[in-house]
């Protein structure tokens, strides 16, 4: 057997396929979905944080997409002043520079991963199944380096001192009463992982068997 042939695994006879046609559909079509789910969340917010302040009675909102932000963004700014916060201009530039290409191409490497029937397919879906992960743990460490990397000089620097603001829920800083929620896209991204997740079960569950009966037949 190739080295080619080790990584696409066995091929699904005509007969196999017709008589149990949806053990081997099931596995590409939670794939597909998944990838259909991380292409729509590229339309949607991932990250919303809401902000409380005596100067705004209204409150300010902040909008983050993979590769923007939308709302009271200079408001927002301006607030950051007093506090020392640098600007969010500043923060996950790489990132957002290589989101909607990064988000593309691990759709891209779902729908590739029709073509694998080993164990080798894990090598094309696990980067989806942890991408809502690593955006989780990216955004925290961005919210950690504002919150201790304060600039000394702001009026309220001081009286703030470090911290760290969480991903979701409320928070206080100084005067300011904060929430942060997920969007609907890092909602998406969860669903799609789980989507690849389920995928990944079944998709073991159909080629085993045949991969079993390959190796001993061989």
């Known amino acids: 057997m190739s080295a080619t042939d080790r990584i696409l695994g066995p091929r699904v006879s005509r007969e196999e396929m017709h008589e149990h046609a949806e053990r081997y559909r099931l596995p590409s079509w939670l794939f597909i979905s998944a990838a259909m789910l991380l292409m729509v969340s590229l339309l949607l917010p991932y990250w919303v944080l809401r902000l409380?302040?005596?100067?705004?009675?209204?409150?300010?909102?902040?909008?983050?997409?993979?590769?923007?932000?939308?709302?009271?963004?200079?408001?927002?700014?301006?607030l950051n002043h007093y506090v020392g916060l640098g600007s969010f201009q500043d923060a996950a530039t790489f990132e957002r520079s290589i989101a909607i290409?990064?988000?593309?191409?691990?759709?891209g490497l779902?729908?590739?991963?029709l073509l694998i029937h080993s164990r080798w397919v894990l090598a094309?879906?696990?980067?989806?199944?942890l991408f809502p992960i690593g955006f989780m743990i990216d955004l925290q460490y961005w919210l950690w380096?504002?919150?201790?990397?304060?600039?000394?000089?702001?009026?309220?620097?001081?009286?703030?001192?470090?911290?760290?603001p969480p991903i979701f829920g409320p928070a206080e800083i100084a005067q300011f009463d904060t929430l942060a929620?997920?969007?609907?896209?890092?909602?998406l991204a969860f669903l799609a992982s789980a989507l690849?997740?389920?995928g990944l079960y079944y998709h073991r569950k159909a080629y085993k068997p045949l991969i079993e009966a390959h190796t001993k037949a061989g």
């Open 101 to 107: 290409a990064a988000i593309l191409g691990l759709a």
């Open 124 to 129: 094309l879906v696990v980067p989806a199944l």
């Open 181 to 187: 929620l997920p969007g609907f896209g890092l909602i």
């Open 145 to 164: 380096d504002f919150g201790h990397h304060l600039d000394p000089a702001a009026p309220l620097a001081a009286a703030v001192g470090e911290f760290t």
């Open 52 to 78: 409380s302040a005596p100067q705004f009675p209204e409150g300010l909102t902040v909008t983050a997409y993979v590769n923007r932000l939308t709302g009271d963004v200079g408001e927002l700014e301006g």
């Open 196 to 198: 690849v997740a389920t």
């Open 110 to 113: 779902l729908v590739a991963a």
